[in-house]
């Protein structure tokens, strides 16, 4: 084990897609966001793990990964592209068969010139990062209506926080662009299932808690990784660890270092509020994390560690985020290439 | 343009190395450090082009990573391997005919069980985090030195910081494990050579420096990143942008959406301290940066950009990296696999 070991458990993410499939009604579409290939873990072998689970709309960032997707699952499921119609687009959405989420006038005119390829639209309920103006929609809605959408979204941006006002008001601005057009329609990503039926609308689209990340607390996790320690020494009083010398021992210490560091997507910024477990016992990070490796204080542990567990049963991906001040999602996306990756109840 | 593009200017890693070669004399070989997957930028184009330039060493974190660099460069060059040789490395070691650098009794003994393979020695100089303690290599110096090994060699701690008191201290530790022995030593990365010929003994291995980062402030810019522009909407006073509503515009705005965010390595915590350039024009980053999408005010430009530049001559990878709060070693090794990758001056 020269290199940390990755492990996903795609029974997990199914197992999570289940639980939020469950929690929206049963007349309600369940859907699965892969992008950003799947949160780092493989949008192929996730898209097809959940396919086999009964997925019929994924949904991606940009055409090049619903390339992928499509090669993963096959002709059947759709699979749309928030960035929607973008110049460049149109041989890769029309040859993988991709629906477009269009997001303006100019991608709309875009779209309808390349001819006959289906789309969905985008519409901006108030977060203004993407999607169609309240009034330039109002615009095109009858055009785009005739077109036919296959669906028609918005995204919410305070999800997460159930109390924040900012969600009503995202909601009665989509019903104001929305209601009684007759259109399919989606709201809610994790956190909009979470928020409750009024947000679900004809489809619901999971990202993040199929993953195992907040704010879907009940989620499996669906992460495991260990890395092995290279060498274990002893420090005396006064010693340093690491570039800038910014850790120093205070009495007698035994410090570990483990194969895995910034470059593997374990950020840099967690420095000394991260732990990492032996065998179930926590362990301080120590020193800064470096490029490829990371120092851990083992002074404590009965026995020498051959592997330390970064993520696993005993540390989730938002415990770590929260060491290193971010957001499970950027944990995810962050796993490195260098891993040795090994996938669990694949399809 | 669906994905934003990374260029890579392989001939501008080639200037690096060749300045910093002249800054350490001419008796002493100037190798080169390509690991993490050559910080983020390709090992093996990265490899093979320095090869062309005359690298006859080049450094890598783990074993898999020199396999992928043997495949690059061929027979001819040593490639040394940093963790040395872990348990379950002795394989790809013998068959990618690669150097481990040896850390502790408990490597030495592994590598001289598996019989007559190369191998080089680190030594722990005081940053306590790879290599052997001076009491472990007192006991296995005379061993090792039979054997032969192909390099000693330590790594700084500080040596971005020229009057750290701790440079001296790690020149003479060093000194004091090996003056006398007739080994070909290596103490200087890229900050070492930086720190004068007394550093530089037999073999220094840049490492950031070749890709355009500090400390070597006279490096050529290595990568340019672009992200296109998905959309631009007005905005009135009042209205909030992105994740959690965190900015709100105080005049009329108008708002571009790139394609790009922090599964893509733009660091989340960058927020609003960032700033990305149209046509050299700084513009700022506004809201929550997301994990496919950024936000940038752009109310202040004559006309819509269609891109924006991350990275390139208007802001070095260390001007993005003091945005985000790290160094700019981490944005380099964090860039991530949805670009559109552009080689130039290659092999």
Redesign the interface.
């Known amino acids: ?3 940390a070991r990755l492990t996903v458990d795609l029974e997990a993410v199914a197992a999570n897609w289940r639980a939020l499939d469950g929690a929206s009604g049963s007349v309600v579409e369940t859907g699965a966001v892969v ?3 799947g ?2 873990l493989d949008a192929g072998r996730v898209a097809k793990r959940l396919a086999r689970e009964g997925v019929r709309s994924f949904f991606v ?5 619903g390339a992928k997707v499509r090669r993963a699952v096959g002709e059947g499921p759709e699979i749309f592209v ?3 119609h ?4 149109t041989k ?1 959405l029309r040859e993988a068969g991709l629906v477009p989420l269009l ?2 006038a ?2 709309a005119a875009r779209h309808l010139d390349a001819g006959g390829m289906p789309f969905g639209v985008q519409l ?1 309920s ?5 999607g169609f ?1 309240p009034a330039d929609w109002a615009v095109l809605r009858d055009r785009l209506g005739t077109a036919g959408p296959r669906l028609v979204m918005s995204h919410l ?2 999800a997460d ?1 159930p109390d ?1 006002p ?1 969600n009503a008001a995202q909601l009665a601005a989509f019903r104001g662009m929305t209601d009684g057009l007759g259109f399919r329609r989606s709201l809610a990503a994790t956190g909009g299932v979470l928020l409750g039926p009024e947000y679900h609308f004809d489809l619901t689209r999971p990202g993040v808690g199929l993953y195992g990340g907040l704010p879907f607390e009940a989620a499996r996790p669906v992460v495991r990784l260990e890395a ?1 320690v ?2 274990v ?3 005396g009083p006064g ?7 910014t850790w120093e021992a205070e009495a007698e210490a035994r ?1 570990a ?1 483990i ?1 895995v ?3 593997d ?1 374990l ?3 967690m420095g000394l509020a991260a732990r990492v477990f032996a065998a179930g016992v926590a362990c301080k990070v120590v ?1 800064r994390v ?4 990371i ?1 851990v204080d083992v002074t404590h542990l009965e026995r020498e560690p ?1 592997v330390l567990e970064i993520l696993g049963p005993h540390q989730k991906v938002d415990d770590l985020a929260e060491a290193a ?3 499970g ?2 944990i995810l ?2 796993l490195g ?2 891993y ?1 990756r090994v996938y669990e109840g694949g399809a």
Do not use: W
């Not at 108030?126 to 993407?130: A, H, I, Q, V």
């Open positions: 084990m020269g290199a992008k950003a290939d949160y780092g960032a940009v055409a090049s990964e928030f960035s929607g973008m110049a460049g687009d890769v997001n303006s100019e991608q901006d108030g977060m203004n990062r993407l103006e941006a305070c926080e924040h900012m092995p290279i060498q020494r002893s420090l010693e340093t660890v690491g570039y800038g010398n410090i270092t194969a560091g910034y470059a997507g950020i840099r910024a020193g470096s490029m490829d490796l120092t051959e001040g971010t957001i999602y950027e996306t962050s290439a260098r040795e």
